[in-house]
């Protein structure tokens, strides 16, 4: 094992010992903090102590159409970030990564279309970057 994959394995390991336990935001609140992105971009991606969020606002009529184009965003944005989780340990995301995220969602019908919230634990999307990165 080379010195710089020590070193990237127990940062991963102080990073998964030094988090603590928190509820996720209510989806309600990360929709009313990020109404502009929401409005402007579509989606959103925002984060605290404890996990990341994305938000994605469908305007697909058809409930499994708007299903399949939030998982399309889903896995871009997770890419995103695991692509930058990997510049941090000087590595990058394989081409032939296969999407393995644990994640939960929140499907709300609102007025103006289908919205989605899903929320990622940071220290499992932490810990994907070593079946994520090269």
């Not at 903090?33 to 959103?44: D, K, P, R, W």
């Not at 305007?59 to 871009?76: G, I, M, P, T």
């Not at 930058?84 to 939960?104: I, Q």
Request: hydrophobic share 40%; net charge negative.
């Amino acid at each position: 094992m080379t010195i710089s994959k020590l070193v990237w394995l127990l940062g991963l390991m102080f990073i998964s010992v030094s988090s603590h336990t928190s509820d996720p935001t209510p989806w309600d609140e990360l929709l009313l903090e990020n109404q502009h992105s929401l409005s402007t971009a579509g989606y959103f991606v925002s984060a605290d102590n404890q996990f990341y969020y994305l938000g994605f606002k469908s305007a697909q009529q058809d409930s499994l159409d708007a299903e399949f184009e939030f998982l399309l965003v889903f896995q871009d944005q997770v890419s995103d970030l695991l692509a930058n989780l990997c510049e941090e340990f000087h590595a990058t995301l394989r081409d032939s990564y296969r999407f393995n995220v644990p994640f939960t969602k929140n499907m709300v019908d609102e007025p103006q279309g289908l919205m989605f919230v899903a929320t990622v634990n940071k220290t499992a999307l932490r810990q994907e970057v070593r079946h994520a990165c090269e």
